[in-house]
Nanobody, 120 residues
Framework: QVQLVESGGGLVQPGGSLRLSCAAS????????MGWYRQPPGKERELVAT??????NYADSMKGRFAISRDNAKNTVYLQMNSLKPEDTAVYYC???????????????WGQGTQVTVSS
């Protein structure tokens, strides 16, 4: 059983910052990628950022404002969000592409989501 638990969401004023965390737990053999997606109100889920051993990838609207990082020893991914705008309001979902110990299949797992609201 694998679980992804997010934390760090909340209410912040425009121009403010938040740091999201997501820890993966369970019988994990390897993690090939971790990342963040978000779903704004009334819209579809969209990519925020991903991180692999090969590097990072950001959606264009997040470049320069958001930074993704990872602590491999803790199976944890972080998202530092700066210069937040009202349009960043969304539920933010963590994901991990991983392989469980004793299982050959690599699959994606998702967190339950954390709400980020940017408003004055």
């Amino acid at each position: 059983q694998v679980q992804l638990v997010e934390s760090g969401g909340g209410l912040v004023q425009p121009g403010g910052s938040l740091r999201l965390s997501c820890a993966a737990s369970g019988v994990i053999f390897s993690i090939s990628a971790m990342g963040w997606y978000r779903q704004p109100p009334g819209k579809e889920r969209e990519l925020v950022a991903t991180i692999t051993t090969g590097g990072t990838n950001y959606a264009d609207s997040m470049k320069g404002r958001f930074a993704i990082s990872r602590d491999n020893a803790k199976n944890t991914v972080y998202l530092q969000m700066n210069s937040l705008k009202p349009e960043d309001t969304a539920v933010y979902y963590c994901y991990a592409r991983l392989r469980q110990t004793g299982v050959s299949l690599i699959r994606d797992y998702w967190g339950q989501g954390t709400q980020v609201t940017v408003s004055s």
